[in-house]
């Protein structure tokens, strides 16, 4: 099983830790093209930081973000499991999993992101600022920018298995599952049950609930149907919410009331 996820904008401190070795991430296939986001993001929060605060979207409050994408190549780096943080991250709680669980996330999480196109949970990384709905003077829009690199890495990184797609919106721009790798992934809307309607938060924990409860069973769906199969076994609500399309991704409601 192949879970995605988006990164959380709010990140935890990169800390002490040895700097950032770009030749050690996972998917290697990506990493030119990392090279080329690292590069611009740093030479233009280096060089202009009223006008890397209008690139990146930042507000005043957030001006210290711009000086820290600048130390990005000599700041500490943490796995990024430390790094993420925020709703989705708190519900998923990876430092309390069983070294089981734990053995199972570090395997089949690959968070996606503006910066680095993905990274497992065990690839160390900077704290950094940069969204997939960036856009970088020099390489543009960064969700079309990773469509090329992502197309030739995320086949073969997809395995045979389950793929899981929890990413927003401007995550999926990124990458699209096609043909048979799109017939075994599901993705997952959460909606409020009484409403129908998605809010961000009870999206996000139940999102990392979800996974959580996964991992820790420890049973791995072989495909969308098992996964509605063992997802309703764990006590969620899941709908369909039309018919099932070869070659698409298989669409799940997931209703809540609230979040406990």
């Known amino acids: 099983m192949l879970v995605l996820l988006p ?54 409050g957030l001006r210290g973000e711009v000086a820290k994408n600048a130390g990005l190549r000599t700041t500490g780096a943490r796995p990024a499991g430390q790094i993420y943080t925020g709703v989705l991250y708190d519900a998923l709680d990876l430092a309390s999993l069983d070294a089981a669980a734990r053995r199972r996330a570090e395997a089949s999480l690959l968070v996606f992101s503006g910066l680095w196109g993905a990274v497992r949970i065990t690839d160390r990384i900077p704290s950094y600022r940069c969204s997939m709905g960036v856009k970088l003077p020099g390489l543009g829009a960064l969700g079309s920018y990773w469509r090329g690199p992502m197309a030739d890495v995320m086949p073969e990184a997809a395995g045979e298995g389950l793929v899981l797609d929890l990413r927003s919106a401007a995550y999926t721009a990124a990458w699209k599952p096609k043909g048979e790798v799109a017939d075994r992934t599901a993705s997952v809307r959460v909606l409020h049950a009484p409403t129908r309607k998605v809010v961000s938060h009870f999206n996000k924990a139940t999102k990392g609930r979800i996974v959580r409860d996964l991992l820790l069973t420890g049973g791995v769906p072989a495909g969308p149907d098992e996964l509605v199969e063992a997802l309703r076994e764990l006590g969620y609500e899941v709908e369909i919410p039309g018919p099932v399309k070869p070659g698409k991704p298989l669409q799940l409601d997931v209703l809540v009331d609230e979040i406990h």
């Open 7 to 60: 990164p959380s904008e709010g990140k935890a401190a990169s800390g002490s830790g040895t700097p950032l070795k770009p030749e050690s991430l996972s998917l290697p296939g990506l990493a030119d093209a990392r090279a080329a986001v690292l590069d611009e993001l740093v030479e233009l929060c280096a060089a202009d930081e009223e006008k890397a605060r209008e690139v990146l979207g930042l507000s005043e």
